[in-house]
């Protein structure tokens, strides 16, 4: 049973900084997998945000968080990471992680997903 659990998420001024966390478990990964991040803001559709492949540690952004937002994994630990930076009030959402293969920025190839970590940025 393939289990992701976030951490990390909270409220912040415009400007500043969060670093979400992904644990998982249950997964034994291999090369076409990814992890990514997406994200929902009220009254939208859940967008990509991020996606690393696994094993290669490739990455890929969404041209909105292109230079700010930093993904990462920890392989040793099997947890995946966004380091948020200079955070606008547009980036306020349910931040959600989620596992599958071939993905990249497809929510379709995703089948594993967190219970979501609210991120709220003031103006």
Known sequence: QVQLVESGGGLV?????????CGVSG?????S?????????PGKEREFVAAIRW???STSYADSVKG?????????????????NSLKPEDT???YCAVGRGGGALE????????????TVSS
């Open 13 to 21: 001024q415009a400007g500043g900084s969060l670093r979400l966390s």
């Open 27 to 31: 997964r034994t990964f291999v090369w």
């Open 33 to 41: 997998d990814f992890m990514g991040w997406f994200r929902q803001a």
């Open 55 to 57: 094993i290669s540690g």
């Open 68 to 84: 700010r937002f930093v993904i990462s994994r920890d392989n040793t630990k099997n947890t995946l990471f966004l380091q948020m």
């Open 93 to 95: 959402a349910v931040y």
């Open 108 to 119: 379709r190839a995703y089948n594993y997903w967190g219970q979501g970590t609210q991120v």
